[in-house]
């Protein structure tokens, strides 16, 4: 099967920067997407990576390493509404999507 | 509001029952997936459908049944589960199943086997 993996729960102060990494080995590569899912709600995009760099969207940025296997997600000036579990997830090869266990990010006054 | 609804929220059955999960996408999407996510662990995939035809079984056990009747709706056929089958049951869609094709999620099925 494929590996993603990232950290378990980050904590952060409101205002502050995070940054949340995931690192993936995988049968070939057709992207990487990012997204987020606040406690009992539904997943949603984000961001898509498929060449090397960084893409940045408002105060969320993905930077995506292919010969590495490695990918953050970036998050500025935090807010409240930021607490939440960030998902990594990659198309193989096979253009089959795995996600990683996700990341809960708690932001604190 | 994604443009993906499931009924119903939320559902308790037990071993010998059996229910139906319901999935609606309004947005003109040709693929479907049915996703399962418990506690901690990373989404699994279900099933996939990409116009109306399966197009992936994730070696998922006889007991979970999909039906795709057309490419808005996606069910869910549940019977004779067991307890670790309690999990928060998710449905997507998107335009198709290419490389960037993002994923459109509902708000998922919360089902309590006891």
């Known amino acids: 099967g494929q590996n993603i993996d990232q950290p378990t729960e980050m904590t952060a102060t409101e205002g502050a920067i995070v940054q949340i990494n995931c690192t993936y080995q995988?049968?070939?590569?057709?992207?990487l997407f990012w997204y987020q899912q606040h406690a009992g709600e539904a997943p949603t995009f984000l961001s898509y990576?498929?060449?090397?760099g960084l893409e940045e969207k408002g105060r969320f940025s993905s930077f995506l390493s292919r010969s590495k296997g490695y990918s953050y997600l970036l998050l500025k000036e935090l807010q409240m509404k930021d607490s939440a579990s960030y998902l990594c997830?990659?198309?193989?090869?096979?253009?089959?999507?795995?996600f990683g266990a996700g990341t809960t990010v708690t932001v604190r006054a | 509001e994604t443009g993906v609804t499931q009924t119903p929220r939320h559902l308790v059955m037990g071993m010998t029952n059996k229910k139906s999960l319901k999935c609606e996408q309004h947005l003109g999407h040709n693929a479907m997936y049915w996703y399962k996510q418990s506690a901690k662990k990373p989404l699994e995939l279900m099933f996939v459908?990409?116009?109306?035809?399966?197009?992936e079984n994730n070696s998922v056990p006889s007991r979970f049944s999909p039906e795709c009747p057309n490419s808005s709706h996606l069910f869910l056929h549940l019977h004779t589960l067991q307890p670790e089958d309690s999990a928060l049951y998710l449905c997507a869609s998107s335009q198709d199943e290419g490389a960037s094709s993002e994923q459109y999620f509902g708000p998922g099925t919360r089902l309590t086997v006891t």
């Open positions: 459908y990409n116009f109306k035809e399966q197009t």
């Open positions: 990576n498929v060449l090397d």
């Open positions: 995988t049968s070939g590569f057709n992207g």
């Open positions: 997830a990659v198309r193989d090869g096979d253009y089959k999507l795995s």
